[in-house]
């Protein structure tokens, strides 16, 4: 039993490349979430999935997609990363929508330069 | 979006020291949420409190809800090394909704 699952763990974008990270868990949740942490800023919602086959947008969407595959998987992309975006991305898992047991996953260390 | 202020924002402490940190928001919250990272791990919920004074213990964390429902406290008592890490607050302000993050209070523990 994995919990939720990131990769990769650390990226190098330039600015302008594209890339998607991925996310999993084994758990059954039927809530995902991906976040950004920034230096004292805590973390910030980007976009969540309430359930599989929704999705929406949380605080800081701008710049960024989401997939849910299927149940277990929720993928982030960025279409044309900017320096603003480098940050460290944490995907996470609950049973559902709003659940006080949010489980993390280990984190994905991005930098644009 | 709410914002919740987390104070201290850094402490470095002796080993065996207590430790106190708190969190306040300008809005009210019916849940609030205590969370621990590790460097390089992503957060681990530790306690959770949902009900105005509710005081509820962890091991060595405790944890109250602010009677105003605008606050929360974390202690930590008798310090050890591995307690090093960040420590995150987080309100909800009901089933359903989504969780605001406070700024993290980074904890150093000297041995």
């Known amino acids: 039993n994995a919990g939720v699952t990131q990769t990769p763990k650390f990226q190098v974008l330039k600015t302008g490349q594209s890339m998607t990270l991925q996310c999993a868990q084994d758990?059954?949740?039927?809530?995902m979430y991906w976040y950004r942490q920034d230096p004292g800023m805590g973390l910030r919602l980007i976009y969540y999935s309430a359930s599989e086959g929704t999705t929406d947008k949380g605080e800081v969407p701008n710049g960024y997609n989401v997939s849910r595959l299927n149940k277990r998987e929720f993928s982030l992309r960025l279409e044309s990363a900017a320096p603003s975006q480098t940050s460290v991305y944490f995907c996470?898992?609950?049973?559902?929508?709003?659940?006080?047991?949010?489980?993390f996953g280990p984190g994905t260390r991005l930098t644009v330069t | 979006g709410q914002q919740l202020n987390q104070s201290p924002q850094s402490m470095f402490i002796q080993e065996g020291e207590d430790v106190s940190m708190n969190c306040t928001s300008s809005s009210i919250f019916n849940t609030w949420l205590w969370y621990k990272q590790d460097p390089g791990e992503g957060p681990v919920l530790l306690i959770a409190l949902y009900k105005a004074g509710e005081l509820t213990s962890n091991g060595r964390l405790t944890a109250q809800f602010g009677i105003t429902r605008k606050d929360s406290f974390l202690n930590i008592s008798a310090s050890i090394p591995s307690d090093v890490g960040i420590y995150f607050c987080a309100g909800q302000l009901g089933a359903g909704n989504m969780l605001t993050f406070g700024g993290g209070t980074r904890l150093m523990v000297k041995p």
């Open positions: 758990m059954n949740h039927n809530s």
């Open positions: 996470a898992s609950s049973a559902t929508s709003g659940d006080r047991g949010q489980y």
